[in-house]
């Protein structure tokens, strides 16, 4: 059978340099069709950092946003077409929230999802935007990124190969799918359910120059598409740009949040010089003293300071993101700024950036009703409605 498969395959090369040669000496000026694609004009918001994550072997590309976007509203990208069967990174990953669940969803009503097979996933679900300028790892433990060298995830069903590379957005694409709490497909599947769809193979010869569908291409794509989504146009936004004033209740909150006096939010969550709103790096931020999460960032460093600490998430379209923290504890905004003024709890591995655990405080900022208030409304003045209605970021179909 495999000298049979080799034979045919000696023969199809031989074929294929027998036209070659026949076409050249037809037309000895015919050099072959170049593939062109159109680069993305990835523009940097003013006060945005340069250090983009854009791997050399995936540039962003018009073509290939285009692809990538109907792709990541495609529910067929779950390898089946019946109605019950349908995800997509959409699903869970909604615009009107940010790209993320939120606390409104007509289905995962507490705002934790779950796969096609029921299981929930293991933590709450992360915001899709401004991702390209995340170089420290991505998941609320920083699992996927650039330094990890680790093949495969056998509790996903990953299997340890070098093509599935655990380094950037594009392995959370394969990762979605075969996500036994997600997806919970195979790879195959949703390559034959791709390949089976007449509009895509023209979109695939568009974005990589031929109209062979595979899973690096599909994933390639995505990330593209995720890459372009970005919130740079909030209110605070505005206010930096001198575009717009904040109230006054807006402008006590930022002093607070900027302070350590007030109530020290800064050191990890970003803001001046910082508008990401988020430093990308994991602290664990004092809400317990028991840690037993294989998941936290602790499971990825093996590092004893890491035991309990997540990604410091942005704070950006925070009023849209609910539940809040990892395993969604806080239900709302006001529920978090009472654990940062009077909920922490001491632990050992408490990151010593939670400096309101020092005495005179102990138990937080001890923010009284006004001061909590104009926290709040400087949250919500990071609420972006252009990433909320923009028509390139919204479904395609
Ligand atoms: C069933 C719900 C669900 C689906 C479907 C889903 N995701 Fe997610 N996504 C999550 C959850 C939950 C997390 C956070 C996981 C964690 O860190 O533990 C996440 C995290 C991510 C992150 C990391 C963000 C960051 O800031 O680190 C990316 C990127 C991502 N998803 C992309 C995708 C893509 C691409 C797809 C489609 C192939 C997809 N997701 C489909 C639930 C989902
Ligand atoms: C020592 C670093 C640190 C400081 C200081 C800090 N945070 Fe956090 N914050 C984190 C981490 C880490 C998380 C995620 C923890 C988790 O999910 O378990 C988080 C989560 C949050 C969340 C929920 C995010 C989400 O997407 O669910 C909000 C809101 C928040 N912080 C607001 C604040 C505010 C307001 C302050 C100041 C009063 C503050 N933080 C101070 C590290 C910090």
């Not at 993101?321 to 700024?337: A, C, Q, S």
Request: negative net charge; hydrophobic residues 35%; contains cysteine.
């Amino acid at each position: 059978m495999k000298i049979y498969i080799r034979n045919i395959v000696l023969l199809s090369i031989a074929i294929s340099f027998a036209l070659l040669y026949s076409c050249k000496k037809d037309d000895e000026d015919n050099t072959p069709p170049v593939h062109e694609t159109t680069p993305y004009n990835f523009v940097v918001p003013q006060g945005f950092p340069t250090n983009l994550n854009i791997p050399t072997d995936n540039p962003i590309t018009m073509e290939g946003v285009e692809l990538g976007r109907y792709l990541f509203y495609d529910g067929r990208l779950s390898g089946r077409d019946d109605a019950d069967s349908l995800m997509s990174c959409a699903t869970c990953h909604l615009q009107s929230a940010a790209f993320e669940i939120g606390p409104n969803h007509p289905k995962y009503t507490d705002g934790h999802p779950y796969g096609l097979t029921g299981i929930k996933t293991p933590h709450f679900p992360l915001p899709l935007f401004n991702l390209v300028w995340n170089n420290e790892g991505y998941l609320w433990n920083g699992f996927i990124s650039k330094e990890n060298t680790a093949l495969g995830i056998p509790s996903y069903g990953i299997p340890a190969e070098p093509q599935y590379h655990l380094t950037n957005i594009e392995s959370l694409v394969w990762m979605g799918i075969v996500a036994k709490h997600e997806i919970h497909g195979t790879i195959e599947m949703t390559e034959r359910m791709i390949r089976s769809i007449d509009m895509y193979p023209p979109l695939f010869e568009k974005a990589f120059g031929d109209r062979q569908i595979n899973i690096d291409r599909i994933s390639k794509s995505i990330a593209q598409f995720i890459r372009t989504i970005t919130s740079s146009d909030s209110k605070f936004d505005k206010y930096l740009r001198g575009e717009e004033n904040l109230s006054p209740a807006e402008n006590r909150g930022y002093v607070l949040f900027q302070t350590e006096e007030g109530a020290d939010c800064f050191h990890c969550h970003g803001s001046l010089g910082n508008p990401l709103m988020t430093t990308n790096q994991f602290y664990n931020n004092a809400k317990d003293t028991v840690f037993d999460d294989p998941r936290d960032r602790y499971g990825v460093t093996k590092n004893p300071i890491d035991h309990g600490a997540y990604k410091a998430t942005t704070l950006r379209n925070i009023e849209l993101t609910g539940p809040y923290m990892h395993d969604g504890r806080f239900k709302t905004l006001d529920e978090v700024i009472d654990f940062y003024s009077e909920g922490l709890v001491y632990s050992e591995y408490a990151h010593p950036l939670m400096e309101k655990l020092r005495p005179p405080y102990g138990r937080g900022a001890e923010l009284n009703p006004g001061q909590k208030a104009d926290l709040k409304a400087f949250l919500l003045s990071l609420t972006d409605e252009t990433l909320l209605t923009k028509e390139e970021y919204s479904n395609p179909f």
